[in-house]
Nanobody
């Protein structure tokens, strides 16, 4: 069982930056592939970025590639999403999630994620 709590969301102007954090409970955080998803009003939840157990493999949605960076600190049971050059279309509720999978895997499919946080709102004004 893993419990996830996101923080760091807020209101920012276009071109600005935010850093999201996701604190995980449990001693096995380091054995879960992790990911960030987002959901804008009236839209389906979409994959943003994923990372393998050790953080050596990452994968990004095309819409955020080059602007967002996912990372993790397994010693502190924390997942991060650094978001730079934010755009109004990045406005959404952002969720972190934990999947079950092998060491080298980055999980993209939301259906494979077993544990979810409650979400944190990110609003980018133009």
């Amino acid at each position: 069982q893993v419990q996830l709590v996101e923080s760091g969301g807020g209101l920012v102007q276009a071109g600005g930056s935010l850093r999201l954090s996701c604190a995980a409970s449990g001693r096995t955080f380091s054995t879960y592939p992790m990911g960030w998803f987002r959901q804008a009003p009236g839209k389906e939840r979409e994959f943003v970025a994923g990372i393998s157990w050790g953080g050596d493999r990452t994968y990004y949605a095309d819409s955020v590639k080059g602007r967002f960076t996912i990372s993790r600190d397994n010693g502190k049971n924390t997942l991060f999403l650094q978001m730079n050059s934010l755009k109004p279309e990045d406005t959404a509720v952002y969720y972190c999630a934990a999947a079950e999978g092998p060491r080298t895997v980055v999980v993209v499919n939301a259906l494979q994620y077993k544990y979810w946080g409650q979400g944190t709102q990110v609003t980018v004004s133009s």
